[in-house]
């Protein structure tokens, strides 16, 4: 049960002949966990299993804003193999949790906020028991009016959503329903629109997008002696969890120990808390494991969604393509509960003009309190509604200009160097322009290639596919670009740290390494990395990934593309404090009978102590013996600002990443359907430590820009603030027969201030291939389309 | 009710089930059989793809009772499913599927070390995804291998777009699907190169 | 919930008299969705899935007789001839998972206005044999679908086969979907050129409350082909005729606005799909090429 401990294999055992270890920083390592994971043992949360375990079961508010008058749980505690039947009167501490706000009840009490709220609780002996006496449960409610847009958040007589707000944004916010606002200006926005000898404006909208990740929200919660509890749960950040789950048990965190449970993809949507609290707290009731599994219908109202966003701008620049100025203004719809909306609203703002060279800005971003689902964190957090618009906004004045879309952006693109709209100085490269010439540069896949032998259309080529509603007709071909920029790390001042600690010792006259982390592997890969860096580092063959759990202090958070940068580089630093400890002994063992000791520069290579010259001086399992090192040490990245709350301005981020898209597209121009034929990318990477993650990261995050551009969206009823798609019949994600090829061509162009040279890469390709689809569709036919995602009525005039 | 049914070549009895249970619930919760994944539980993911008297089908949407006296293949099996195809001669000569007496001689076998999965023999699709990268989070793929071991025991030598037909009612969320036709297109490459060679 | 499992067709008719609310499960792929999202709790459910004869097929001369559960997959390879327009609409069903599970009789039990089938149905022509203990009896597929997800079954009755005209001419099927694959109709549209009869049928999917045929429009297009002795020199359709055709076929429509598309959507696409498979049917009738199963 949860015993994801592996040993990585890598090639040969280590012998005295060889000098480097395979399988080290740069190899496309094969994961440790691919066995597992293709045989079908690898354990997920939701494949937990505990003698004599109960089933938890959520029931959720039928309505978005309402009174609860009454809950009656009588009928359901008298059914045969119910445990507990448990609301906000039965919980043991802390009613609310959150991981900026604490603003989200355990259990509503009082009101409930948003469809699809937790109101009450059920454990039973079986999934279907729990299920019937969930729907014996009446809940009375009286309904109140629902706040769903900016209009019915902030009139004059709108309802609060949260009165009574106590946190770190009150006290500035001009409403309460804002969560927050960024404002930033810089220079003379309205003096350099009188430069400008082209001005172009546009609203957008951005629909709100699911990370649907395939394995739904579930876990097990096993009670233990202590009075604690054992918890088996797959998220992004053990330690944020933890911090949350704690007080509202009403126990110290050492009782509440985590351990991380296989994660079926996370992309945000398991940085909030979902099943944790409540199966424990039902696990405590009842004195019995809780194991409590989503379906997908649950998972719709279970985790945090991308922030759907209204975004104004305007773009000023001179005849000859120089941009003089952008204005915008972003709304971003945080939902019932804030979650991260405040940190997406400095994401949206400090990044809302993209990769571009503009000395006059007037921005403002704001994150509301609505009745709509709650909003949080996504791949690309609050970048990517961004990108959408102001990409849109590039291609505009372009058109405008006369000029090449790719011209106009090279013109204009930031390099190393160039002072951000906060003032902050990007002071690692910017290959803006490079990452454009390198998707335009490549050859165009060849037109027409639905057409086959003699045998007419293949209509799996074809906008419509199998549905056979094209062989041809009223196709057209579209190609667009974008180019994005993203922020790395947690920013704006926050104490982002991760956690390493390394052991090194001989086992079986072998030395091996184990590295221990709270690292979230949510499949992008870090166990794979970890090897690799611990045998670069150390030069050992064998390294064990420990699972991670709260043993050992934080790893921050799978998010933001920090991994690799973060607990990359707190293994990195680990191990470079173990390197030394090993040194030091052997200094002390073996220090008078060669003088090469004494030299500074000795190295770990191939199990062995090396001078910088290559001269092995003694094995490492010589050296250590019975001895073993182990260190476990934070690492923190170069400290962040807050950015101003009137100006903006503030040396607010890490790091910065770019990709860059070119779309080919194929437009059904009268039925309005539309297939991806290529989506080329071009990404710096820094330090492609484990390339073939690279692309696969790459591949994936563009995909899912692909899938807002045509078809993902959480549609909620404006008049009720329910949602009308909660399904995966009708919330839609891209098959493999959406889905082009998407050839990668990577840079690798290091960042002086990170662990190798390493630059996130999760988050970036998220960001451009979202525009450059829609750029391609507006190429194809020629409409102006400023929402995503392109629906069918949108390119017919049948809205 | 009591259902009993063949899984992975081995007879199995499951009791006390559900008439509403899927064949699904009754592999991971009362046959220990997780592999095969939960993900929507209507058919729109693929992700409980499991073979039903050789047949791809989403276990979900399989009533338990359904699969009484039938035989279940799952990805737990897939790997000695293989060999045993591989035995009796593959399917290049178009006699594809598994008999129900092969189906017999057969049964899973545990991994030697279920801790690192060390040492575990697996099919030529399950070590084409571990190869070409084709796994992230891991949780389609389960279903994506079943699916792609018949097609590629029906097609040997499948064209993209037949990989992409074949494979469309598996949803991945992690990889833009780019390496897993790497994979499907890596198996197929090696099956011919030991077709070749035999 | 019980769970019955006749051995035979008799058994099964026997199980659904005496107990008339069981929810007949065949491919399961409508029911068992509704079992796991809670939506359904039916006292019985009644496996059909060992009735050996409703996996079973027959070509005979006019008709084919398609037992209620032969999968799609079975259609999609083995009937592409005999029913062209019901195998593309086969090859559109869901996944190849469900395709290998789902069959017409679930369709049509069913009687979701988006089931794949039915436009297919409406323009070859076909009955539909349902069976009690009473007797046997052929439904039309016109008068089968009597409202939304309603049908003329008896609560005694279950579906045992359907009778297809085996095509006589080009057939064709399109739906919309805002996905490549997997996908259920926004709309969908299906026609069937009859040369025998010198007639056309078309069929029309989840732009009314039930399937329905676009019968203005197939009448239009009968008088027009006739009266341009189109039948007979086999020249290429006005765009005027087809223009028109199409526009009645929308006109047939009678949708609504959901999350998967907007009524005016719908009558638009269905006016696409009607005027493209006229010039794919007839491109084939003309014989320029196309084979009977289509392009798909």
Redesign the interface.
């Known amino acids: 049960m949860a015993q994801n401990t592996r040993t990585v294999p890598v090639g040969t055992p280590t012998d005295v002949t060889q000098n480097h270890v395979k399988g080290g920083i740069g190899e496309s390592t094969l994961r440790p966990d691919g066995t597992l994971k293709v045989t079908g043992e690898f354990a997920y949360s939701s494949d937990m299993w505990h003698e004599d375990m109960l089933w938890g079961q959520i029931l959720r508010s039928t309505v978005a804003h309402a009174e609860i008058v009454s809950i009656d749980t009588s009928e359901a505690l008298t059914m045969d193999g119910v445990y507990a039947v448990l609301t906000h009167e039965d919980l043991p501490a802390a009613k609310n949790y959150g991981m900026e706000f604490q603003d989200t009840p355990v259990l509503a009490y009082g009101k409930v906020r948003h469809h699809g709220e937790p109101v009450a609780l059920v454990a039973a002996d079986h999934p279907e028991t729990a299920r019937r006496a969930a729907a014996k449960i009446k809940i009375e409610y009286r309904e109140l009016p629902v706040v769903t847009d900016e209009a019915s958040a902030l009139a004059p007589d709108a309802i609060l959503v949260h009165e009574n707000r106590d946190d770190h944004h009150s006290g500035h916010v001009p409403h309460p329903n804002i969560v927050h606002r960024q404002p930033i200006i810089r220079g003379d926005a309205a003096a350099a629109a009188e430069r400008a000898d082209v001005i172009v404006t546009g609203e957008y909208t951005f629909g709100m997008q699911d990370q649907a990740f395939l394995g739904p929200e579930s876990g097990l919660a096993v009670p233990a002696e202590d009075g604690g509890v054992d918890l088996y749960v797959a998220t992004q950040w053990l330690h944020s969890d933890l911090k949350q789950i704690a007080p509202c048990l009403g126990l110290p965190e050492e009782k509440v120990r985590m351990t991380m449970a296989g994660v079926g993809g996370a992309f945000g949507g398991r940085e909030d808390i979902s099943m944790q609290i409540l199966a424990s707290i039902l696990a405590l009731r009842t004195g019995k494991p809780v194991k409590m599994v989503y379906n997908r219908y649950e998972s719709f109202f279970g985790h945090v969604h991308r922030h759907p966003a209204k975004l104004w701008y305007e773009h000023g620049a001179t005849k000859d393509g120089k941009l003089t100025h952008v204005k915008c203004r972003i709304v971003l719809d945080g939902g019932a509960y804030a979650s991260s909306t405040a940190s997406v609203v400095g994401n949206a703002s400090s990044l809302s003009i993209g990769p571009y060279v503009v000395e006059d800005v007037e921005i403002e971003a704001i994150g509301l309190y609505t009745n709509n689902p709650p909003c949080g964190a996504m791949r690309g957090f609050g970048a990517v509604q961004a990108c959408f618009a102001y990409e849109a906004q590039m291609d505009k004045l372009a058109a405008k200009l006369g000029m090449d879309p790719v011209e106009l952006r090279q013109l204009n693109a930031m390099e190393q160097g160039t002072i951000m709209p906060t003032g902050q100085v990007v002071d690692s490269p910017a290959p803006v322009a490079e990452l454009l010439r390198r998707v335009k540069a490549r050859p165009m896949p060849p037109e027409r290639q639905w057409e086959t032998a003699g045998e007419g259309a293949d209509v799996r080529a074809l906008p419509g596919g199998l549905s056979n509603t094209s062989h041809g007709e009223g196709v057209v071909r579209g190609v667009g670009y974008a180019v994005g920029i993203k922020n790395v790390g947690f920013s704006e001042g926050f104490d982002d740290y991760s956690t390493a600690k390394i052991r090194i010792e001989v086992i079986n006259g072998e030395a091996v390494a184990t590295v221990h982390t709270a690292m979230a592997e949510v499949g992008q890969g870090g166990v794979t990395i970890h090897a690799q860096i611990a045998r670069t580092e150390l030069g050992v063959q064998q390294v064990t990934i420990h699972p991670a759990d709260t043993q050992v202090g934080s790893a921050g958070s799978t998010s933001a593309g920090r991994q690799t940068y973060m607990t990359g580089g707190a293994i990195k630093n680990s191990c470079e404090i173990v390197r030394e400890k090993v040194l030091e002994i052997g200094r002390r063992k073996f220090g008078s009978y060669h003088p090469a000791w004494a030299n500074a520069e000795l190295l770990l290579e191939g199990g062995k102590v090396v001078t910088d010259g290559g001269e092995a001086l003694a094995t490492i399992a010589d050296v250590l013996e019975d001895q073993a090192v182990e260190v476990e040490e934070e690492w923190r990245h170069r400290p962040t600002q807050a950015f101003d709350l009137v100006t903006g301005q503030g040396d607010g981020h890490v790091q910065y990443a770019f990709a860059a898209h070119r779309a080919v597209v194929e437009v059904d121009t009268e039925l309005g359907l539309v297939k991806v034929i290529e989506l080329a990318c071009a990404q710096d990477v820094g330090k492609a430590v484990n390339p073939l993650s690279v692309v696969g990261q790459i591949q994936g995050g563009t995909t899912q820009g692909l899938g807002v551009a045509v078809m993902e969206e959480i549609i909620v009823d404006p008049k009720t603030a329910k949602v009308r798609n909660p399904s995966f019949t009708d919330y839609l994600i891209p098959t493999i027969l959406d889905t082009p090829t998407i050839p990668v061509d990577y840079l690798e162009l290091a960042d002086p201030n990170a662990p190798y040279g390493v630059r996130g890469i999760g988050e970036a390709p998220t960001l451009s291939s979202t525009p450059a689809v829609l750029a391609a569709i507006r190429a194809a036919t020629g409409l102006e389309l400023n929402k995503t995602p392109v629906r069918p009525e949108a390119l017919t005039g049948t809205l | 009710?009591r259902v009993n049914f063949t899984v992975n070549g081995r007879p199995q009895e499951a009791d006390d089930v559900?008439?509403?249970?899927?064949l699904l619930y009754v592999l991971?919760?009362r046959l220990?059989?997780?592999?095969?994944?939960?993900?929507?539980?209507?058919?729109?993911?693929?992700?409980c793809?499991v073979r039903l008297d050789g047949?791809?089908?989403?276990s979900?949407?399989?009533?338990a009772?359904?699969v009484?006296g039938r035989e279940v293949v799952?990805?737990?099996g897939?790997?000695e499913y293989a060999k045993e195809r591989e035995a009796h001669g593959g399917c290049a000569s178009g006699a594809c599927g598994t008999s129900v007496d092969a189906a017999k001689r057969w049964e899973a076998k545990p991994?030697q070390d279920?801790?690192?999965?060390?040492g575990?023999e697996?099919s030529p699709i399950?070590?084409a995804?571990?190869?070409a990268?084709a796994?992230?989070?891991?949780?389609?793929?389960?279903g994506l291998?079943v699916?792609a071991d018949e097609m590629l025991e029906r097609n040997p030598s499948p064209t993209d777009?037949d990989?992409?037909?074949?494979?469309?009612?598996?949803?991945?969320?992690?990889?833009?699907?780019?390496?897993?036709?790497d994979a499907v297109r890596l198996a197929a490459a090696r099956q011919e190169r030991q077709g070749e060679a035999v | 919930m019980d769970f019955l499992r006749p051995a035979s067709w008799e058994e099964a008719l026997a199980a659904k008299a005496e107990h008339p609310t069981a929810v007949p499960i065949a491919g399961g792929t409508d029911v068992m969705v509704e079992i796991n999202f809670d939506h359904r709790r039916p006292e019985y459910l009644l496996d059909l899935n060992r009735v050996e004869l409703l996996r079973e097929w027959e070509v005979g001369e006019e008709n084919v007789r398609l037992g209620a559960s032969v999968p799609y997959t079975q259609i999609m390879e083995n009937l592409r001839a005999e029913l062209p327009g019901l195998a593309l609409a086969s090859h559109t069903v869901a996944s190849p998972q469900i395709r290998n599970r789902g069959g017409v009789g679930g369709n049509l039990g069913t009687a979701s206005p988006a089931g794949d089938a039915h436009p297919a149905l409406l323009a070859a022509g076909a009955e539909v044999e349902v069976e009690s203990v009473r007797g046997s009896r052929f439904i039309p597929i016109d008068e089968f679908y009597t409202g939304v997800k309603r049908n003329a079954l008896q609560p005694d009755e279950l579906i045992k086969t359907v009778h297809v005209k085996k095509a006589d001419g080009p057939q064709q099927y399109s739906k919309v979907g805002t996905r490549n694959a997997m996908v259920i109709a926004v709309c969908a549209f299906g026609l069937a050129l009859h040369p025998e009869t010198r007639t056309v049928r078309t069929g029309i999917g989840s732009a009314a409350p039930t399937p329905i045929r676009a019968k203005e429009a197939e009448a239009f297009l009968n008088a027009a082909l006739e009266e341009g002795g189109f039948w007979d020199n086999g020249k290429i359709i006005t765009p005027s005729i087809a223009k028109q055709f199409a526009d009645l076929c929308s006109a047939a429509a009678n949708p609504i606005d959901d999350v998967r598309g907007t009524a005016k959507y719908r009558r638009h696409a269905v006016g696409i799909m009607a005027r493209r498979q006229l010039g794919w049917t007839w491109e084939q009738y003309r014989g320029a090429g196309r084979t009977l199963e289509g392009a798909a």
């Not at chain 2, 220990?32 to 992700?47: F, I």
């Not at chain 2, 047949?55 to 989403?58: A, F, L, M, R, S």
């Not at chain 2, 279920?114 to 060390?118: L, W």
Request: net charge negative; charged share 20%.
């Open positions: 009710m559900w008439e509403g249970e899927s991971r919760e220990g059989l997780p592999g095969s994944k939960n993900a929507c539980e209507q058919g729109e993911c693929g992700s793809t047949v791809p089908v989403c979900c949407l399989v009533a009772g359904q009484e799952t990805v737990e897939l790997a991994a279920s801790q690192t999965g060390e575990v697996l399950q070590q995804f571990i190869d990268g796994v992230q989070c891991g949780f389609c793929t389960p291998l699916a777009a990989i992409r037909e074949a494979l469309s009612g598996n949803l991945c969320r992690c990889t833009g699907y780019e390496k897993i036709l």
